[in-house]
């Protein structure tokens, strides 16, 4: 059984930085593409950010690019998302997703893409 677990949302003032991290166990980590997505209140889930099985493809949503940094250490079966200069709409909750494709060739972008997910983690933004 694969599992997800996030960690490192809270509460910031525009401007500041978080870094979430998710650990991932159950399967062959290095294999898999990760992803992190986030759902704002009465919005539907939506892509942020994207990177390969082996570390060396990553992509992202427009609106995060140039703020956010996504990276991955397969040793520690861990992918991270450095958040820098946040603001009021990057308020959500955040997941992290797993591929359902070993080896992908590039990075999905697509929920259906994904075939597990952790529980969330909440990241809130003050203006």
């Known amino acids: 059984q694969v599992q997800l677990v996030e960690s490192g949302g809270g509460s910031v003032q525009a401007g500041g930085s978080l870094r979430l991290s998710c650990v991932a166990s159950?399967?062959?980590?290095?294999?898999?593409?990760m992803g992190w997505f986030r759902q704002a209140p009465g919005k539907e889930r939506e892509f942020v950010a994207a990177?390969?099985?082996?570390?060396?493809?990553?992509s992202y949503t427009n609106s995060v690019k140039g703020r956010f940094t996504i990276s991955r250490d397969n040793a520690k079966n861990t992918v991270s998302l450095q958040m820098n200069s946040l603001k009021p709409e990057d308020t959500a909750v955040y997941y992290c997703a797993a591929d359902n494709r070993p080896r992908r060739m590039g990075t999905p972008r697509s929920i259906d893409e994904y075939d597990y997910w952790g529980q969330g983690t909440q990241v809130t933004v003050s203006s």
């Open positions: 990177i390969s099985w082996s570390g060396d493809s990553t």
């Open positions: 159950g399967r062959t980590f290095s294999r898999y593409a």
